[in-house]
């Protein structure tokens, strides 16, 4: 896989050059905010990274390798001397690792110390990435933590490390060997009194920019509209191990696709696309003119869908809704030779930002994400959201440290009457495997996007890679329907 740079510095109440970067790390009185500025690149491939996804087998942990789209990165360094790193942000998963094959040589710092060989993560593909649980010194901007928990992997197919800020109890070694949690990256700056309470907020902008921010302990009020609402996280069996919230109905426009519902979602920065059950991203599909290939596992839609004001709107535990417009759903997809397939009608054929989740979990990953200004509250078990200002600037920021204890997040409203998901529910997402029963691609390969330009007099986007010997994607699904996806 090709991978692309993207940078992410690191800041206490930032100050900004003109290209983003962070000139140097400071604090303002006794505000205690942690912040990240997140640098974003875009890639060709916004689906291959998705099925890479770990999740231990045990079904308790998950956590991403690989970004398609987008990839949300920060330079820190482990050892003594440092040792340069480029780590992948990830609210879907609580370890930091690092692949040891070019990343991090544990026999170079002198600062290093060994703790076990308890670190070990499967993948959903049969691949894994095995190595040691260590400490070592951790810094980034002017912040260091000595003698700071991670993982290394000797045996891995990660290029890149990862930095998990989920729970606590979603770390490898408590299910892997049912130890106790570690003081992972939130929890420490807490105990070190850099933040003063284990929350944090992101803003991740819009589809085209190429910044976001994520702040410890603070929240900034320039980057989000309205109020921000708060929802209870949802228990997964007896305790808080991912951010589960309930959604309750979803929007298309002014029309109603679904309400009343107490359906169990994952907010997950890892996950580069949504993922809804196959009801629901039928209905959405058929509302803005998508199509969903069977064949080649795709979500297509026209690019000029891109210019469109409409939107689809998620609706959680009232009054909180997040609105997201079709123009961040609406992603290049290329072939491998770097052809932009087309429709039989001419136009440009796009990926589109929503995916049906087959037996797997319900995922609002970055396509949902973007939209929304989500804080993070692990001390209180809550997530409060607001609709995304893409407007914002660093020169307005507002930041606000969020104190300790309940209702202490600013401007919050919290939900009078909170749904709850169903436990069965979420016990059986938990078991189901990443890969959200689809086989995901990486690419359109060269033959299907020969396909794509050239048609075959069908209606519908073909996908077959010799001739017209088979059907439409509109007669491989259900003979009738191109939207329909069928339950794996």
């Not at 942990?61 to 040792?83: C, H, I, K, V, W």
């Not at 197919?157 to 060997?177: D, M, T």
């Not at 702040?215 to 589960?244: A, I, M």
């Not at 696709?257 to 580069?272: E, F, P, Q, R, W």
């Amino acid at each position: 896989m090709r991978w692309h740079t993207i940078s992410v510095t690191i800041l206490c109440l930032l100050q900004w050059k003109s290209n983003g970067e962070l000139t140097r790390l400071r604090r303002e009185g006794d505000t205690r905010v942690v912040q990240l500025s997140l640098q974003r690149s875009k890639v060709q491939d916004p689906v291959a990274r998705d099925r890479q996804r770990i999740r231990r087998r045990s079904g308790t942990m998950q956590a991403e390798l690989d970004n398609l789209r987008t990839l949300y990165f920060f330079n820190a360094s482990l050892g003594n001397p440092p040792q340069e790193l480029r780590l992948h942000l990830d609210t879907g998963s609580s370890d930091l690792w690092v692949n040891t094959a070019g990343t991090y040589t544990a026999n170079l710092s002198s600062t290093y110390e060994y703790i076990n060989s308890h670190f070990n993560i499967s993948y959903v593909d049969g691949s894994s990435a095995q190595g040691d649980y260590a400490t070592d010194s951790f810094r980034f901007g002017d912040i260091g933590i000595d003698d700071f928990q991670f993982g290394i992997g000797y045996k891995s197919s990660s290029q890149q490390g990862i930095l998990g800020i989920g729970y606590p109890e979603n770390e490898v070694q408590v299910a892997r060997s049912g130890e106790r949690p570690y003081e992972n990256l939130p929890t420490r700056l807490l105990a070190d009194k850099h933040i003063g309470t284990n929350a944090y907020s992101i803003w991740l902008d819009d589809i085209n920019s190429t910044t976001g921010s994520l702040l410890f302990g603070g929240v900034d009020s320039s980057q989000y509209r309205g109020n921000l609402v708060t929802v209870p996280v949802q228990k997964v069996g007896s305790s808080y191990r991912e951010f589960f919230i309930t959604m309750t109905g979803l929007d298309a426009g002014s029309k109603s696709i679904a309400n009343d519902m107490a359906l169990a979602v994952l907010l997950d920065t890892g996950s580069s696309l949504t993922y809804l059950p196959n009801d629901l991203a039928t209905s959405v599909y058929q509302a803005v003119n998508a199509t969903w290939f069977e064949r080649s596992q795709l979500a297509i839609i026209p690019c000029d869908k891109a210019l469109s004001d409409d939107t689809i709107t998620f609706h959680f535990s009232k009054p909180a809704s997040i609105s997201v417009q079709l123009r961040e759903l609406v992603l290049p997809v290329v072939s491998a030779n770097g052809r932009s397939p087309k429709l039989n009608d001419g136009r440009k054929a796009c990926l589109f930002g929503i995916f049906p989740s087959g037996k797997g979990a319900r995922v609002l990953g970055d396509t949902f994400l973007r939209s929304a200004y989500v804080v993070y509250d692990i001390a209180n078990n809550e997530v409060s959201l607001a609709q995304s200002n893409f407007d914002a600037k660093p020169s307005g920021s507002n930041v606000v440290e969020i104190g300790a204890g309940k209702n202490q997040l600013p401007d919050a409203t919290v939900a009078p009457t909170p749904v709850a998901a169903k436990s069965a529910q979420l016990l059986s997402l938990i078991d189901a495997p990443t890969r959200h029963g689809l086989a995901l691609r990486k690419q359109i390969p060269d033959a299907q996007a020969g396909a794509l330009i050239d048609g075959c007099q069908e209606p519908t986007i073909k996908v077959q890679a010799r001739g017209c010997q088979h059907p439409s994607v509109k007669g491989a699904l259900d003979g009738k329907d191109g939207n329909h996806v069928r339950d794996k």
